[in-house]
């Protein structure tokens, strides 16, 4: 299929601060795509969602947290080759419970200035970007 007709796959992904500016990340298991990089939690928009809903969704499933407020923080379009995704990245602004990898994924806080030492997926250079220059 040529790049033009591929479909991309809108993906809700969360950035989340604790109270030190520390952000939550995630280690993508080996049976996912981009296995084993580091990635801001979150997954696939189903039909009928709407981005918010979706986030608060992934985030209970995959990290135990129930998301009351997120605001937009960037949109970035990647194509990988084999997939195309758009990456909608909330900053999640309101929470309850303790972040943790609910689906047995090494899972971290990490301080901002350390985030550059993490392998992200290629995608999110600008997001590590964007956070660092806040
Ligand atoms: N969650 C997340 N996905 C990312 C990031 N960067 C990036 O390129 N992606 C890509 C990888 C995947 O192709 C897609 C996210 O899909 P996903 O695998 O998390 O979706 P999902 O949680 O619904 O998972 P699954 O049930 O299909 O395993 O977006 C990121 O920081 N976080
Ligand atoms: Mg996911």
Redesign the pocket.
């Known amino acids: 299929m040529s790049t033009d007709t591929k479909k991309a796959?809108l993906?809700a992904?969360g950035v989340i601060e604790n109270a030190a500016g520390d952000i939550f990340v995630c280690r993508?298991g080996e049976s996912?795509?981009?296995a084993f990089?580091w990635?801001?939690?979150?997954?696939?928009v189903e039909d009928g969602e709407t981005v918010p809903q979706a986030l608060a969704r992934?985030l209970e499933e995959?990290i135990g947290i129930q998301v009351s407020d997120c605001a937009p923080f960037m949109r970035i379009e990647?194509d990988?080759g084999d997939?195309q995704?758009t990456?909608d990245i909330r900053k999640v602004t309101a929470f309850t419970g303790e972040p943790h990898g609910r689906e047995g994924q090494p899972s971290r806080w990490v301080p901002v200035s350390e985030l550059s030492g993490y392998d992200?997926?290629?995608?999110?250079s600008p997001?590590v970007a964007k956070l660092q220059g806040e």
Do not use: D, S, W
């Open positions: 796959v993906v992904v993508r996912q795509h981009q990089k990635e801001f939690p979150g997954g696939k992934e995959e990647h990988y997939k995704v990456l992200f997926p290629a995608a999110n997001i």
